[in-house]
């Protein structure tokens, strides 16, 4: 079984529009849980850590749910600069990254 | 501020030579990791450090690639003999802390072995 399981996509929205990534994590010593996104031919880049009471960071909502070992990453008003694959990681207590395969968003104008 | 640097960004060699990736953490980061990515395989842990010290390398494929981390601010990567299947893209990412800290990633070096 995978450590995170997260659908590849793509997801094809217009701008404006709202979307959701769901990922689920294999491990439940998991610690620590961030989003990153990656730009084709790009490294990744920190989106936003997940607390387990949800947090905010402008248009993302991340939320962790750590009875069903479930994150998710939600996106208001979608530009085409969010335009990316979205990875989901959870850490465990030693910071050891469990990268998912991520999902891919196409934001079309 | 400075970020991870990588170098080189593009590595072209033939098969049986040997490679030799560079990095250079966050200044003030203790821990630093080294990643491959691959369209097949994803994201994958190679090995990682924790105040110079390798802490887990069972992500290293086998004996052709070793790692090494001889002062807070640098570590190489090196591949001997290389094979066309080590091409890929290798990441070196940094953080402050060992648990829990976000991990920040250098441009990467894409390695193309013939």
């Keep these: 079984r995978k450590e995170v ?3 590849p996509g793509p ?3 217009p701008e404006g529009a709202t979307v959701a990534f769901n990922c689920t994590y294999s491990n439940s010593a998991s610690q620590s849980f961030f989003w990153y996104r990656q730009d084709c031919r790009k ?3 920190l989106l936003m850590s997940v607390y387990s009471s949800g947090n905010e960071d402008g248009r993302f909502t991340a939320q962790l749910n750590r009875a069903s070992q ?14 990316a694959t979205y990875l ?4 465990d207590n030693f910071n050891k990254f469990y990268f998912g395969s991520g999902t891919k968003l196409n934001v079309k104008p | 501020d400075a ?3 990588q170098s080189p960004r593009h590595e072209v060699t033939e098969m049986g030579q040997e490679v030799t990736l560079r990095c250079k953490p966050i200044s003030g980061h203790n821990s630093l990791f080294w990643y491959r990515q691959t369209m097949m395989r994803g994201l994958e842990l190679l090995i990682y450090f924790n105040n110079n010290v390798p802490i887990d390398d069972s992500g290293m494929p086998e004996d052709r690639f070793s790692a090494k981390m001889p002062n807070a601010s640098f570590s190489t990567l090196k591949i001997q003999p290389s094979e066309p299947r080590d091409s890929a893209v290798y990441f070196c990412a940094s953080s402050l802390q060992l648990a829990g800290g976000e991990q920040y990633f250098g441009p990467g070096t894409r390695l193309t072995v013939t």
Excluded at chain 1, 88 to 91: D, L, S
């Design chain 1, 43 to 45: 490294e990744p880049k």
């Design chain 2, 3 to 5: 970020g991870v640097i």
């Design chain 1, 5 to 7: 399981e997260q659908d």
């Design chain 1, 88 to 91: 989901c990681v959870p850490g």
């Design chain 1, 11 to 13: 997801f094809n929205v």
């Design chain 1, 70 to 83: 479930y994150i998710s990453l939600l996106i208001r008003d979608s530009k085409l600069s969010d335009s």
